[in-house]
Structure formats: structure tokens, C-alpha cells
T-cell receptor, first 112, second 117 residues
Framework: LAKTTQPISMDSYEGQEVNITCSHN???????ITWYQQFPSQGPRFIIQ???TKVTNEVASLFIPADRKSSTLSLPRVSLSDTAVYYC?????????????FGQGTELSVKP | GAVVSQHPSWVICKSGTSVKIECRSL??????MFWYRQFPKQSLMLMAT?????????EQGVEKDKFLINHASLTLSTLTVTSAHPEDSSFYIC?????????????FGSGTQLSVL
């Protein structure tokens, strides 16, 4: 199973762009990269998923270099409500039956 | 987006009793569901993989007789904490795997806070 490494915590201010990088050196060919957001006492919420290059949706962008050994979640113009823990996961149903192992995540604190 | 419903959201029980937690995929069928537990300020820890129509697969260190999992239909998995003790108090979260044409996505329930007195 691919292991992920993220910064434990990050601080930011409202209106700034936040980039959270995740390392996954042992990512397998069939693995996708998925990011989740979790608020206290709630289940994780899907943010974005990608395989390579760049993916963008209404809430975030995901940048994946050619070697896929890392990925960066970009949150544009964060607000106080973006304060949460962000998890980067890699996995593939074919290799793991969909099983995803959570790393420690990045606790993002957005200040006014 | 896909919705996974988890019930109850919180439960308080006496030591020695059993508690059942339900996880339902509301708008898709899920042959595979997962159960996690989470302690305060810690990450999610995978407990078991629930497969529709077959026995669950438990992670190392998780007692299968303690945490009974049943996945009788494509939209429902249940976790029963048997003979609960205070050390079983935790936040339990389920997830359901939605299969797509090229990839799969995991959607999570809102979690169940279990407090054992």
C-alpha cells in the first residue's frame, strides 16, 4: 500500500491561496490520488481526485507531476470555514479492493 | 454527489450492552463498504472491509467477534459493537465504494460517536 506523507499542520489567512503537498513515492501505476476534507466529528468529504497532470473542480485544483510521486492540493482564496484536516490518499480497487489507508493528514488553520 | 447515510450519529450505552450502527448508500449500490474508527486528534483507522454477500475482512488487531459486520444488501452494512466497554468509546465512520467506468470513489458517512459508560 502506498504510504503518504503530508505536513502535520499549516496556517493561513483568509483570502490566501493554500497549497498542501503530499508525497507518495511508492505510488503504483494504477493508483489514483484522492483528497478528503474532514471537520471535527464529521466523516471525511471528497474534495478532488486525479491520476496525472492537473485536475480542477469548483472547490480546488490538484497538481500531479509527471513522476506522480507527489501531488499538491490547491485551495484558492481560503475562508475561515476551510479550517479542517485534509487527507491525501492513494489507492486502486484492483490492487487493494478499494481499501484506502489514511495517513495523519494536514490540519489547516485559517485565521482572519 | 453520492450520499452515504450513517445512523445513529451518537449513542450512549452501558458497559456490557451491544450497539448497532447502520451505514446506507442512498443513491448507488455498494458491494464494498469500509468501517473506520477515529480517536480524538488522530487519523482514521481502518477496521474492516465489508463485502456484500460474504464475510468481512478485518484488519490486523481488530477482533471480529467484538465488531460484527453484516453486509446483507448492496446498500446496507451494519457494525455491531458487542459487549461494549469504555475503551470502545470512539468515533466510528463508514464509507461506501462507488464504482465508476474508469475509477472508483469512496464516500463517507457522517460518523457515529459512541460513548460507553
Amino acid at each position: 500500500l502506498a504510504k503518504t506523507t503530508q505536513p502535520i499542520s499549516m496556517d493561513s489567512y483568509e483570502g490566501q491561496e493554500v497549497n498542501i503537498t503530499c508525497s507518495h513515492n511508492n505510488i503504483a501505476t494504477n493508483d489514483y490520488i484522492t483528497w478528503y476534507q474532514q471537520f471535527p466529528s464529521q466523516g471525511p468529504r471528497f474534495i478532488i481526485q486525479g491520476y496525472k497532470t492537473k485536475v480542477t473542480n469548483e472547490v480546488a485544483s490538484l497538481f500531479i507531476p509527471a513522476d506522480r510521486k507527489s501531488s499538491t492540493l490547491s485551495l484558492p482564496r481560503v475562508s475561515l470555514s476551510d479550517t479542517a484536516v485534509y487527507y491525501c490518499l492513494v489507492g486502486d480497487k484492483g490492487n487493494q479492493g478499494g481499501k484506502l489507508i489514511f495517513g495523519q493528514g494536514t490540519e489547516l488553520s485559517v485565521k482572519p | 454527489g453520492a450520499v452515504v447515510s450513517q445512523h445513529p450519529s451518537w449513542v450512549i450505552c452501558k458497559s456490557g450492552t451491544s450497539v448497532k450502527i447502520e451505514c446506507r448508500s442512498l443513491d448507488f449500490q455498494a458491494t464494498t463498504m469500509f468501517w473506520y474508527r477515529q480517536f480524538p486528534k488522530q487519523s482514521l483507522m481502518l477496521m474492516a472491509t465489508s463485502n456484500e454477500g460474504s464475510k468481512a475482512t478485518y484488519e490486523q488487531g481488530v477482533e471480529k467477534d467484538k465488531f460484527l459486520i453484516n453486509h446483507a444488501s448492496l446498500t446496507l452494512s451494519t457494525l455491531t459493537v458487542t459487549s461494549a466497554h469504555p475503551e470502545d468509546s470512539s468515533f466510528y465512520i463508514c464509507s461506501a465504494l462507488r464504482q465508476g467506468t474508469t475509477n472508483e470513489k469512496l464516500f463517507f458517512g457522517s460518523g457515529t460517536q459512541l460513548s460507553v459508560l
